[in-house]
């Protein structure tokens, strides 16, 4: 038995969480995991089953979706939100969309053009329009949708509700407000946007209109960012790779990285009703392509 993290975040690890899946089935590489207000567990993966459900025994419930390289409805998935009524957002940052969908994978909304990138840098000063290998979605709690915009572009955008594209922000550097990947977003209780600045090893915060506020330098590769109340969850890539768990002040409460007993190749991650937390992995075949369970001890 592996037990990670301190005080009244300690964790027991499973590696095999997933153990009831179907015969004859392959994860793949496990790109990201949301949880919903039943805490069904919702796996977006780079495999021929790219969208599954499960239970938090590890039990399959159901899948949809398709995935191909030119006319699949996923190429790479990358990134997946459930909202406040659970609703699936997915990003796929080579379809170089985003898109809303019910539990049954039917197309609520749909932002940016399958299959089209838009140019990063343009003619006249501009630095990148929706889309360019986008990477993560969140809410604010008024429903209005935050883009990180990710590989190609060094963007954020903001969405309403019905997805109208309001403001957008960032542009490639190592300043206040430039980045160099954005691997994922989230969004605090209090509307502030986090930005995981991967290859720049920070987290940069801002208000919800890009406003800069302040950044976290104590991170190595952050991959994703999610959030319980008053309480952050980092997934580092970098140092070994490994979670690290903060106040919304930035205090740092625990972290383990290294560990390749609790993590190898985390990628992103949830957090369910009862305080576990699941991290898809995007390993090699064999060594870290699955989601592991932190259950809160």
Known sequence: MTIVGEGKFQY????????????FWELGQCADVGVDSSDRIWLFSRSKHPVTCWTTDGYFIGSWG????????FRVPHGVFIDFEDHIW???HQTHQVTKHNENGDVLLALGTHGYATITVTTVGGNGD??????GIAMATDGRVFVSDGYGNRRVHRF???GELEHSWGEAGRGPGQFSILHKVGVDKNNNVYICDRENNRIQIFDENGIYLREWNDVVGPGDIFFNDD???VVEQGGGNGISIWTLDGDLITRWRGNAEASQAAHGGALDSDGNLYIAEIGEPGRGQCVTKFSLI
């Open 12 to 23: 027991e690890v499973d590696r095999d969480w997933l153990r009831h899946k179907p015969a």
């Open 160 to 162: 309403s509700e019905k």
């Open 130 to 135: 929706p889309f360019n290998n986008p990477t």
């Open 66 to 73: 398709d995935l191909g390289p030119l006319e699949g409805e």
């Open 231 to 233: 309480v952050a969850y």
């Open 90 to 92: 997915l990003t796929d």
